[in-house]
């Protein structure tokens, strides 16, 4: 099968610090990813995604960055916020496919 | 808004039971997933479908089974619940072709078997 890893499994930052999340995937041929938030008891939200042929992309706060090279993909949370505290995976999605990672914990101290 | 309803959040059952989770997409999506979550394993794919009457094996599909008959509903079926699948349920929808596309998710059912 495949392998999606986060290379932390928990991050404590403080209020107001960036975070950044990590993720390697192994699949060549995925052509796009997503990074989901999941608070506790709830589903996973979808925070952002991106597509293979871009290398950078920003929302809200938050940026996903893509290096194909090394089959890498990071999350940027610009400003942590207490609301920000969960568990953040990321999916790669080969054709037909979703792969999971099994997430960071991100707690926020205030 | 967007929509992924799984109808029951908890749930308690003992070994040997027949136990159904119910999942409701009101997006018209063609590809329904079931998975579940557990600690330190991340999500793991049960069984998908791509289309009504039409069911693909997961990763895990061992003791488990689904149901499709109509598009919006996507049904997991546990025919005799064991300890070992006690764990959290998630349905998830998309309707990209070849699955290149975000993955809406319901709010998950939480299974204890006894």
């Known amino acids: 099968g495949e392998s999606v890893g986060l290379h932390l499994p928990t991050l404590s930052v403080q209020e107001g610090d960036n975070s950044i999340i990590n993720c390697a995937y192994s699949?060549?041929?995925?052509?796009?990813f997503i990074w989901y938030k999941q608070e506790s008891g709830k589903g996973p939200q979808f925070i952002i995604d991106?597509?293979?042929?871009?290398d950078k992309r920003q929302g809200q706060r938050v940026t996903v960055l893509l290096n194909k090279t090394v089959k890498h993909l990071s999350l940027q949370i610009a400003a942590t916020q207490p609301g920000d505290s969960a568990v953040y995976f990321c999916?790669?999605?080969?054709?037909?496919?979703?792969?999971f990672g099994t997430g960071t914990s991100l707690t926020v101290i205030p | 808004d967007v929509k992924v309803t799984q109808s029951s959040r908890y749930l308690v059952k003992r070994t040997g039971e027949k136990v159904f989770l119910e999942c409701v997409q009101d997006?018209?999506?063609?590809?329904m997933f079931w998975y579940r979550q557990d600690p330190g394993l991340g999500l793991r794919l049960i069984y998908f479908?791509?289309?009504?009457?039409?069911?693909e094996k997961g990763d895990i599909p061992e003791g488990y089974s689904v149901s499709r008959e109509k598009k919006e509903r996507f049904s997991l079926i546990l025919e005799s619940a064991s300890t070992n699948q006690t764990s959290m349920y998630l349905c998830?929808?998309?309707?990209?072709?070849?699955?290149?596309?975000?993955?809406?998710f319901g709010e998950g059912s939480r299974l204890t078997v006894l």
């Open positions: 998830a929808s998309t309707t990209e072709s070849g699955n290149t596309g975000e993955l809406f």
């Open positions: 699949n060549s041929a995925s052509d796009y």
């Open positions: 991106i597509r293979s042929n871009m």
């Open positions: 999916a790669e999605n080969p054709p037909h496919q979703f792969y």
């Open positions: 997006m018209d999506h063609e590809n």
């Open positions: 479908s791509y289309d009504v009457k039409m069911k």
